[in-house]
């Protein structure tokens, strides 16, 4: 591997550490809602406040996404991210000793604001430090960490008690801090803002001491041309091309977020333990779960580099549609009816597995590309904002309904509201979604511009 890709896969992992402590906090009571909700826990709640608690985080991201892409464009791309662990860490400090509800309540908010750092400036800053030809691999690390830190959870939680669980989480924080202070900011944030004795050193060090100057004079003209022709958040509607784009990524969020990967990911412990048919434990079913779903974004990096990001969208998210179909089908037939499920139960495992793999190479790991793709530098700091708004919406009632609809009418129904969430992703993609493999941003925005130019 050539220094230059080594460095900026280096900046890149230790940048996405940021979502893997988020992932920590987003899951951290997964491993736990069967004994919160029980007689022997230490913070007793009921199913309807262990709902509201678990999808709470995502209320507090809600709140502060806007700021935080006003703030990646005012202080930069590097330090809001550094910011994440530290607070995370004394997050999980608090975590460890706190056991009023109320409290929770309001550290997940706190948590929700590191969410909206890692989510909102993390794709910035890795789309800018990366070359084109390595963009959808180091864009990819940002699911695989998050991923990883839920994994880590997983394993973990079920295990030790509440509290050693708390500060045993503090590893991820204290690595991350730790190897991300010594990353350069963005060159092309420190373009932007005139300091370009500083941007050339950053470019410097990430393409391991190369010959820079035609890659900054790039730079320098797509930023001239991206920031200085226009400058507001109407940008983002500005033509017809900007309406595209930013269609296209919130059709991208919604299928994400809503497909029901984030309520799988906080309730796959609870749904396991509640199943009639149970050849493995629930917690190490959940295990399982968090290692297909860390290889599974991590392959994504391979394929969208041979395959492209167009095939992998459309296919991934018509996958989504057909295995949560077949889940829910299962559950149906389980909870619901007379109907003796045992015989077919591969077809759970089987269904379950497929929708881990096919939500994992695609629309997962891969929102964060095209968000940081479609926007231009002037733009992508409010329009990551903006798209994580979208994305923490969908999350919040995703998982909020998700108990609401099990406790009213069957865990069937979620899974077939993610399968028809899904097809209407993957249909959309079908007709408006380019390929953008191997393109630099600025070629990118060219191409979408001259899409409409020949068009019109």
């Known amino acids: 591997m050539q220094l230059s890709t080594l460095r900026q896969h280096m900046a890149a992992i230790s940048c996405s550490l940021s979502v893997a402590i988020t992932a920590t906090a987003f899951v951290w009571y997964a491993p736990l809602l069967l004994y919160i909700v029980s007689p022997e826990s230490e913070v007793p709640m009921t199913t309807t406040e262990t709902s509201w608690l678990v999808s709470s985080m995502e209320l507090g991201c809600l709140f502060f996404v806007i700021p935080a892409g006003m703030i990646s464009d005012r202080v930069g791309r590097k330090y809001p991210i550094l910011f994440v ?94 190897t991300f202070i010594f990353m350069p900011e963005s060159p092309y944030y420190l373009i932007m803002k005139g300091r370009t004795e500083e941007a050339k050193q950053a470019l410097s060090w990430l393409r391991g001491g190369k010959e820079v100057n035609e890659e900054f004079k790039e730079i320098e003209a797509t930023i001239e041309r991206e920031v200085y022709e226009q400058g507001s958040w109407k940008d983002l509607f500005h033509t017809k091309k900007d309406r595209k784009a930013f269609f296209v990524v919130q059709v991208c969020s919604i299928t994400k977020y809503m497909g029901g990967m984030p309520a799988f990911a906080n309730y796959v412990s609870q749904t396991f333990g509640e ?33 492209g990001r167009r095939p992998i969208l459309i296919y991934s998210c018509f996958c989504c549609f057909i295995f949560p179909l077949l889940i829910g089908g299962y559950f149906f037939l389980d909870f619901e009816t007379a109907f003796d499920v045992s015989p077919y139960v591969w077809i759970l495992y089987v269904s379950v597995i497929g929708f881990i793999i096919a939500a994992n190479v695609g629309v997962g790991p891969l929102l964060q590309t095209i968000q940081a793709e479609f926007f231009t530098a002037r733009t992508r700091g409010i329009g990551g904002a903006l798209t994580l708004v979208v994305g923490s919406t969908a999350t919040f009632l995703s998982i909020k309904q998700y108990q609401l609809i099990q406790d009213t009418v069957g865990v069937y129904l979620n899974y077939w509201i993610w399968a028809a969430v899904s097809l209407f992703g993957a249909i959309c993609m079908y007709f408006f979604l380019p390929e953008t493999s191997g393109k630099s941003l600025g070629e990118i925005q060219t191409d979408m511009k001259n899409e409409y130019q020949t068009h019109m």
């Open 85 to 178: 662990g530290p607070t995370c860490g004394l997050g999980f400090i608090v975590l460890a000793y706190v056991r009023s509800l109320p409290a929770l309540f309001v550290l997940r908010q706190i948590q929700g604001l590191c969410l909206a750092l890692a989510y909102v400036v993390g794709p910035i800053y890795i789309a800018e430090i990366s070359e084109p030809s390595l963009r959808g691999s180091t864009s990819c690390h940002i699911q695989t960490m998050w991923f990883v830190g839920c994994f880590y959870d997983y394993c973990i939680g079920p295990y030790i008690s509440y509290s050693t669980y708390a500060l045993v989480c503090l590893a991820i924080p204290l690595l991350f801090t730790t």
């Open 275 to 307: 199943s009639t048919i149970k050849f493995l434990d629930h917690n190490q079913l959940t295990i399982i779960t968090g290692v297909l779903l860390t290889v599974a974004t991590f392959s994504s990096s391979l394929l969208s580099i041979n395959v």
